[in-house]
């Protein structure tokens, strides 16, 4: 009677424990996002960076900003299993996150739903994982992207400035 138990509270701990379940009729429902690869596009359309299924695109340079500026805008898009670019998910449950090898070397800007900035802090070199954030997890994330902070410049001599300045 005690395993009949056990495994009657063990399967009811699942089920409330899992994020969505197609058979439930329960309105906490919530769509997972799966992605097959990543694409970071320069404002020019540019591609900036590409994994698709963990393989990143080694032809394309290393990510790069200088120390006390901003880089140009980078945005994301998504790859499906055919390697299509498909859709950003648009509910307000899915948001673009981040973690950073070295906090103390680069920082990131937010900039829209699915857009961001590199933020240099100081010279040298560090990782950057994108997320698409679902709550209190990941669905989705990139590998460890390099990112290397070149010497740092004066605010004025920029390449790109950061949007409050045009205030």
């Known amino acids: 009677m005690k395993k009949i138990q056990c495994l009657a509270i063990a399967l009811l701990c699942s089920l409330f424990a899992a994020c969505s379940d197609s058979n439930s009729t329960s309105t906490d429902q ?23 299924q963990g393989k990143e695109d080694t032809s394309l340079e290393t990510l790069r900003v200088n ?9 994301v898009k998504f790859l499906d299993d055919e390697k299509k670019e498909v859709s950003a998910p648009k509910d307000d449950e899915h948001t673009l996150g981040w973690s950073i090898g070295d906090e103390s070397i680069l920082d990131i800007e937010a900039c829209g739903s699915w857009g961001f900035h590199l ?12 997320k ?7 669905d989705a994330r990139t590998p460890e992207i390099r990112v290397i902070v070149d010497k740092a410049l004066k605010a004025e001599d920029c390449p790109f400035q950061d949007d409050d300045d045009d205030d």
Not at 39 to 49: T, V
Not at 119 to 130: F, P
Not at 132 to 137: G, L, N, Q, R, S
């Open 132 to 138: 698409v954030k679902h709550h209190d997890h990941a």
């Open 119 to 130: 933020k240099g802090v100081k010279e040298g070199e560090t990782t950057l994982t994108l």
């Open 30 to 52: 919530h769509e997972h996002f799966e992605a097959e690869g990543w694409n970071l596009y320069w404002p020019d359309r540019k591609l900036a960076y590409s994994v698709y």
């Open 67 to 75: 120390a006390n500026c901003l880089s140009e805008h980078l945005t």
